[in-house]
């Protein structure tokens, strides 16, 4: 073989090692940020749970969190580059394939040009956040918004109700999922020690429905928005979850979804450190 085709032969290994490192890194990082998100999420909703209403328990409410505490800024510019990389990640994934024997299915690299859309919105309010102190708006009269624009467009009632299946019906993959424990296929398991496994899977299992609980809670509220027509019937994610205590469980019933969503952030640090990119 020539020198030449040896040396760029090497270049492309090197280049190919480099690529995976630096998807590696965003992954780990994107996933950790995320696991910060859900944990202030559920932890300011179990604060609802137990009478204090005052905050939002989104995305909008825990950067909030973060802005007070001591070198916020500094943590919320790290949750926001965490976001692209998770992003970035995901590109990834739809680009080239994710990791196992089905990354390079369509369907696998459709669903991962999603969450890329959905984690760089993330990043850009966070980033937003971060810059000017731009809070933008909640996830509540986000969701409002959207519904009522759609809901002007031709068949915008139709476009409603199919959107809101959709994420009702994503809500519950997320749950089966989550019981089925198929995160298991993502995670280097065998590396795993005993108490390992077992937090991911309380955290996996527990944190993994009370996610998709709240996810079909947000789909079916979108159905309902669409049948009455009706924009504000709508409800974003802090809406969603205080609709939990309205049910005859009470507070009792957002306390342990609130609890789930802590887990699930927990998650998200053992599939940070854990998870195979």
């Known amino acids: 073989m020539k020198p030449s085709v040896v040396a760029r032969a090497g270049r492309s290994t090197t ?3 480099v690529t995976a490192s630096v998807t590696e890194g965003a992954a780990r990082v994107g996933l950790a940020a995320r696991g910060v998100i859900y944990l202030l999420v559920g932890a300011i909703a179990l604060q609802i749970a137990f009478g204090d209403t005052s ?3 989104d995305r909008q409410g825990a950067l909030e969190q973060i802005s007070g505490k001591p070198l916020g800024a500094v943590l919320l510019w790290a949750l926001g580059i965490g976001l692209v990389g998770m992003a970035l990640w995901r590109l990834s994934e739809a680009v080239l394939g994710a990791a196992g024997p089905d990354g390079h299915k369509a369907r696998n690299r459709l669903l991962a040009a999603g969450r890329c859309a959905f984690y760089a919105f993330a990043a850009y309010s966070v980033l937003r956040f971060a810059a000017n102190g731009d809070r933008g708006s909640s996830s509540d009269e986000q969701s409002r918004d959207v519904t009522a624009k759609v809901l002007q467009w031709p068949a915008g009632q139709w476009i409603v109700a199919v959107g809101g299946c959709a994420v009702v ?3 519950v993959w997320m749950g089966v999922q989550a019981l089925r424990r198929s995160y298991h296929d993502e995670l280097k398991i065998a590396e795993m020690s ?3 496994r077992r937090l991911a899977d309380v955290t996996g299992v527990g944190g993994g429905v009370a996610r998709g609980l709240v996810f079909a809670v ?3 509220f979108a159905v309902r928005a669409a049948v009455d027509y009706d924009p504000d019937r709508a409800k974003g994610l802090d809406d969603a979850l205080r609709s939990f205590a309205d049910t005859p469980l009470g507070p009792w019933l957002l306390a342990c979804v ?3 969503l802590v887990l699930f952030g927990l998650f998200s640090f053992v599939a940070a450190r854990r998870r195979r990119v």
């Open 55 to 57: 905050r939002q328990a």
């Open 258 to 260: 609130a609890l789930g």
């Open 169 to 171: 019906v994503a809500g």
């Open 194 to 196: 005993g108490a390992g």
């Open 15 to 17: 280049e190919r090692k």
């Open 218 to 220: 947000v789909g079916a």
